[in-house]
């Protein structure tokens, strides 16, 4: 699938328009579980995601420079990898088929991982504010009720471990996340590498910069990787934010489909489609 720069550009714009359509259609619902609610949560802001990324691209209608013509290669790589963080957050969620009990465990982590990120962000900036004890109790309570849960001790130790300690916030690993979606490793390995380049300023994301020339129509193919991870996963989002909103399906377009489809296909054997990152 080669496309110009303008045909990536409008590609994203068409399935994030959808997602945004969708997003705001289904504001304000009543939701059967938390999963369900936190769903709609990653989902607006997988929309919210590749709104940004088209306000920063020359040719989207979206773009805010107006006539200027400001290719931030650095900025758009760094939210194409929020972007796709935000899906495997969306992917998690979206699975509410799961048993009650193991459900109510990822409900437990999340909570206790949001509750101490809390703590040592106020622990760092103000180590004296009064909120700071109330934190910690709840904190440490969240903790011995994960330990006391047969599930979580059924867990591997050291995902155990990295729970307790506040580093993770799900069950799944980005990677096993991408197996049950039907995203290729191999893709998410090197995509997710490439925006985490530019999202740490490595030499890698330098190199770009200076190897890339606005005024040259070829050189803005460095820009696709970008695009193009951007329009899948915002196409797959749509796929798993659907089946818990099935009556948004229909109200979908041809084009919004095809998209939908066509990723969906891509991902799983994404070798035919692309030669990775430049």
Known sequence: MVMDTNEAIQSLE?????????????????????????????????????????????????????????WDLPSVSSLSRNLIETYLALHYFTRTSLPADELQLRKDVWRY???????????????NSVGLPKLQDSASKLKYELTQNSLFKALPEDRRRRVLQGEIAKLETNRQLCVSAGVSEGYYDSIFKYGSNHTHSSPFSFSQID?????????????????????????IGIRDYVKLCP????LMD???????????????????????PN
């Open 113 to 127: 991982h949001e509750t101490c990120e809390r703590m040592k962000m106020l622990r760092a900036g103000v180590p």
């Open 14 to 70: 068409t399935i994030s328009f959808c997602a945004l359509k969708i997003s705001g259609r289904t504001e304000g619902r009543q939701v059967e579980s938390w999963h369900t609610m936190m769903a709609s949560l990653a989902f607006a802001r997988l929309a919210l995601n590749s709104l940004s990324i088209l306000r920063l691209s020359p040719g989207s209608s979206l773009y805010l420079a107006g006539s200027y013509q400001v």
């Open 211 to 235: 190897g890339f020339q606005a005024d040259d129509i070829s050189s803005r193919r460095v820009f696709h990787t970008a695009f193009d991870t951007s329009t899948g996963f915002v196409a």
């Open 247 to 250: 009556d948004q399906l229909p």
């Open 254 to 276: 041809d084009k919004e489909k095809h998209l939908v489809n066509l990723w969906e296909g891509i991902f799983k054997d994404y070798d035919a489609y692309f030669t990775g």
